[in-house]
């Protein structure tokens, strides 16, 4: 069985959670690590797995081809970056909702 191939985004508690989880997992490949600022360096350096860091989701998406992507940043974020990982056929996990009002769910 290949391993799943997951790009985490965001550094916080829960991504770097999330992280954790997958690089102590064997059926898990983390792809790349992305964040705004050089917390994804501080990740990096905690698990030890010199993991691809990007500081764009967009070319992070071109370039570390996950077959999920971990999405654990403020909860305004989630929803731009669920639909643009699902327009490319990735699965998503979210630990939020896609988006903050009613509205944006119509």
Same mark, same amino acid.
């Given at each position: ?15 770097? %959670?999330?992280?954790?989880? =997958? ?7 983390? $792809? ?18 010199? =993991?691809?860091? =990007? +500081? ?13 992507? $971990?999405? %654990?940043? =403020? ?18 996990? %979210? ?5 903050? +009002? ?5």
């Amino acid at each position: 069985m290949s391993k799943i191939r997951i790009l985490v985004v965001g550094c916080g508690n829960m991504g770097a %959670s999330h992280a954790l989880a =997958y690089h102590q997992l064997e059926d898990f490949e983390i $792809c790349g690590i992305v964040s705004r600022g050089n917390s994804n360096s501080a990740l990096n350096d905690k698990l030890g797995g010199n =993991y691809p860091l =990007y +500081n764009s989701f967009d070319q992070a998406l071109k370039d570390s081809n996950p077959d999920a992507v $971990c999405i %654990s940043t =403020y909860p305004d974020t989630h929803e731009e970056f669920a639909m643009k990982a699902f327009g490319k056929g990735f699965h998503v996990f %979210s630990g939020k909702t896609s988006s903050t +009002n009613i509205r944006e769910r119509i």
